[in-house]
């Protein structure tokens, strides 16, 4: 089986400074993607930002864990990069890239590799990645809406 790499991109009207918060808030996911909820593991009572090497679980909306995924790579306003640590998928890499657009706002592209293309599968994949970047997007863009 040969690897599947994916991208998706979309646009929104706030700024990347927004949508990198959104992505770190682990609060805001279920506002915005499938997900009922995802936790950063960090040592109750800590507060302070994500950090490459943290690890977080999403959850699915029926208390499910889905995967824990560990961040590789965190670029202010630009970068977020993680990897899966466990799950079905452990190998499933992922990165979200914002970068301003000309004609404002943000575009945002989210790319995730697999180690192995499973025909069935691969479809499901790809639209999951469709679906989550225009979300975010537009989670985004609703803020920026609501305080405009």
Known sequence: MSPLALTSSSHSLASAALVYAALLNAESWPSWSAYADVEWDVPAGVDRPARVGDVRTI??????????????????????????????????????????????????????????????????RRRRLQVWVHDLASYATSIVSRNS
């Open 59 to 124: 959850s699915s909306r029926t208390g499910r864990v889905c995967c824990r995924e560990r961040v590789i790579e965190l670029v202010p306003d630009q970068r977020f990069s993680y990897q899966q640590a466990a799950g079905l998928f452990a190998s499933h890499r992922g990165s979200v890239d914002l970068a301003r657009a000309a004609h404002g706002g943000t575009d945002i592209t989210w790319s995730a590799t697999y180690p192995h293309s499973l025909p069935l599968l691969d479809v499901l």
